[in-house]
């Protein structure tokens, strides 16, 4: 699966919009891009995942660029609540299934 | 349930001890994994069973480490000889459909156990 690079950690305004970066340079055209996050002593969740086409859920929206080289986590509103290690992991399908995840972003959002 | 289920929630063993770690998936779920996840780190995956047979055990670090489902259900995840750098939360995630069929289904994740070696 290929490998993904994110910035350690970012901080974000209650209320603001948080914008998580991720880029997967080598990224393979049967591969998509899956996000989860992972509060504090809590198992990862799922948020969203895409192959090409952006995507929205209750949860966030996923804007994948046209080279696929890059996406990026929209958190339209976020809460203290959203304050997490967040997951960008790219993986197969057809294949290995199993999750490759790396060390994420500390998101914090402060008041 | 509603959840995976995961006990217990930590665990205290002496260097050379045994540990059995437990997993309730959620029911009917086909697929299980378990990730270990060391301090700081992301979860590295450790194992796979689809049903009762175990397909995956690549992660492994080494034979003192040792995983079943003998129904399909429920899981235990077993730790020999407990060594320090053992020491790590364990999770469990369960998905409804099997690994490789190409469609995904999100995994779920229980909380972990905290294990500390010491």
């Known amino acids: 699966d290929a490998k993904t690079t994110q910035p350690t950690s970012m901080d974000c305004a209650e209320g603001r919009a948080a914008n998580l970066p991720c880029n997967h340079s080598?990224?393979?055209?049967?591969?998509?891009v899956y996000w989860y996050r992972q509060i504090h002593s809590q198992g990862p969740q799922y948020i969203i995942h895409g192959l090409k086409n952006n995507e929205t859920n209750e949860m966030a929206s996923l804007i994948i660029t046209e080279d696929r080289k890059s996406s990026t986590l929209i958190l339209p509103h976020a809460t203290l609540r959203d304050t997490a290690v967040y997951y960008c992991i790219v993986r197969a399908s057809g294949t290995a299934s199993k999750l490759t995840f790396g060390t994420g972003t500390r998101l914090q959002v402060t008041l | 349930g509603a959840g995976v289920s995961q006990s217990p929630r930590y665990k205290v063993a002496k260097r050379g001890q045994d540990v059995a770690l437990r997993c309730d998936p959620i029911?009917?779920?086909?697929?299980l994994f378990w990730y270990q996840q060391a301090l700081g780190q992301g979860p590295e995956f450790l194992t796979y069973f689809q049903n009762e047979a175990q397909l995956d055990k690549s992660g492994l670090p080494s034979d003192r480490f040792f995983a079943e489902r003998p129904e399909g259900s429920v899981s235990t995840l077993k730790i020999q000889r407990t060594q320090q750098e053992d020491s790590a939360v364990y999770l469990c995630?369960?998905?409804?459909?099997?690994?490789?069929?190409?469609?995904?289904?999100?995994?779920?994740f229980g909380s972990g156990t905290r294990l500390t070696v010491v």
């Open positions: 080598t990224i393979s055209g049967n591969e998509y």
């Open positions: 995630a369960s998905s409804a459909r099997a690994y490789g069929t190409g469609k995904y289904y999100g995994y779920t």
């Open positions: 029911s009917g779920h086909v697929s």
